[in-house]
C-alpha cells in the first residue's frame, strides 16, 4: 500500500475541534461494500443451485454449471487485472483500497462459486487442478491479507520514529564512540571495534532477511570479547571498557530493530513470489479448462 492512508471525516468532538479517528481498513471499505456485494452475488448462485435440480444431478455441464463457470471465470480475469491496475493507479477513478477491498472479497467469493460450477464433483483431470490451483491463489491471497493488515503495524511500533537510514547514521556514530573509547584501552579492544564495524552485516540474502538475524554477527561477537577483557582490568579501565560496552550494546540494539524491519518488508514480499506464479499457473490452467470444454462440447 502506498501513500500515507486516508483519513476518515468523521471525529469525536472536543472542546480543541475533532479527534481524527483511526484510517479506514481496506477491509471495511465504504461500509463493508464489498462483503455486501460478495454476499449478494453468492445469493444469486447459491439459491438457483439449490431450487433447480437437474436430472443427473449438478455439474459443470448444465446450464447453471456454464453460467457459473463463466461467472467464476470472468471474476479471475478480472482480480488477475488488479495486479495490473494497482501499478497503474490514477487518483481520480477507483482508490486503490477499493480495488484491494474488491479483490479480497471477491476473491473469497470463488470458493464457492467454483464448488458449485462443479457440482462437487472432483476428479483426476485438468477441471480439477484448475480448481485446485485457483484454492492455492486463494490461500495465498489470504495469507498476503493478513501480512498487510498486521506487518506495517509492527513495523512502525519496531522503528520507534525512526527510519532505517536514520538507524543506520546512528550506527556509524556509535562506531566512532566504541573507536574513541577503545583506543586508550589497548589493540585487543581496538581489534573488537573493527571486528564490529568491518564483519556486522545488515541484510543479505533472502533467507537471511527472512530469519532477522546473523549467527555469526561481528557486533555480537565483540561484545562478547569485551566482556571478558575487562572482567581482569582494574578499575578505571573497567568503566572505561564499560562505556565502549554501552556503545556496542546500543549499536546491537539497534541492528537488532534494523534487521527485523527487514525481515517484515521481507515478509510482505514473500507472499508475492508464491501468489503471482500461482496466478499464472491458474490462468493457464483455466485457458485449458475452458478450451478442453468446448471441445467436447462441439
Not at 3 to 15: D, I, L
Not at 16 to 24: K, L, T
Not at 210 to 232: F, H, K, M, Q
Request: net charge positive; charged share 20%.
Amino acid at each position: 500500500m502506498s501513500g500515507p492512508p486516508n483519513r476518515g471525516g468523521r471525529g469525536a468532538a472536543t472542546g480543541a475541534g475533532f479527534v481524527d479517528v483511526a484510517p479506514e481498513s481496506f477491509l471495511v471499505y465504504k461500509q463493508m461494500r464489498w462483503v455486501k456485494a460478495m454476499v449478494a452475488l453468492l445469493l444469486l448462485c447459491i439459491v438457483p443451485y439449490v431450487v433447480w435440480e437437474p436430472e443427473g444431478g449438478h455439474d459443470g455441464g448444465t446450464w447453471l454449471g456454464y453460467t457459473l463457470g463463466t461467472i467464476g471465470a470472468l471474476i479471475i480475469l478480472w482480480l488477475t487485472w488488479f495486479g495490473i491496475k494497482k501499478r497503474r493507479y490514477n487518483p481520480g477513478h477507483w482508490s486503490l483500497k477499493g480495488w484491494l477491498s474488491a479483490h479480497v472479497y471477491l476473491g473469497l467469493s470463488l470458493i464457492v462459486i467454483a464448488t458449485l460450477h462443479a457440482g462437487f464433483q472432483i476428479g483426476w483431470n485438468i477441471h480439477t487442478l484448475a480448481y485446485l490451483l485457483m484454492l492455492a491463489v486463494i490461500l495465498s491471497g489470504v495469507w498476503g491479507v493478513v501480512n498487510y493488515a498486521r506487518l506495517p503495524a509492527m513495523m512502525t511500533r519496531n522503528r520507534q520514529n525512526q527510519t532505517l537510514n536514520a538507524m543506520a547514521l546512528e550506527m556509524l556514530e556509535l562506531d566512532r564512540q566504541a573507536a574513541d573509547h577503545a583506543l586508550p584501552l589497548g589493540d585487543a579492544f581496538a581489534d573488537e571495534v573493527r571486528r564490529s564495524r568491518n564483519e556486522t552485516r545488515i541484510g543479505g540474502s533472502f533467507f537471511r532477511q527472512i530469519s532477522g538475524r546473523d549467527p555469526r554477527c561481528g557486533t555480537t561477537r565483540a561484545i562478547a570479547n569485551v566482556r571478558a577483557l575487562a572482567e581482569s582490568m582494574p578499575g578505571e579501565q573497567r568503566e572505561r571498557a564499560g562505556a565502549l560496552l554501552v556503545a556496542l550494546q546500543r549499536k546491537q540494539e539497534l541492528l537488532r530493530r534494523a534487521r527485523k524491519d527487514i525481515r517484515y518488508k521481507a515478509l510482505m514480499d514473500l507472499w508475492l513470489y508464491v501468489h503471482v506464479p500461482l496466478t499464472m499457473a491458474l490462468i493457464a490452467a483455466l485457458t485449458a479448462h475452458v478450451i478442453s470444454v468446448f471441445y467436447y462440447w462441439g
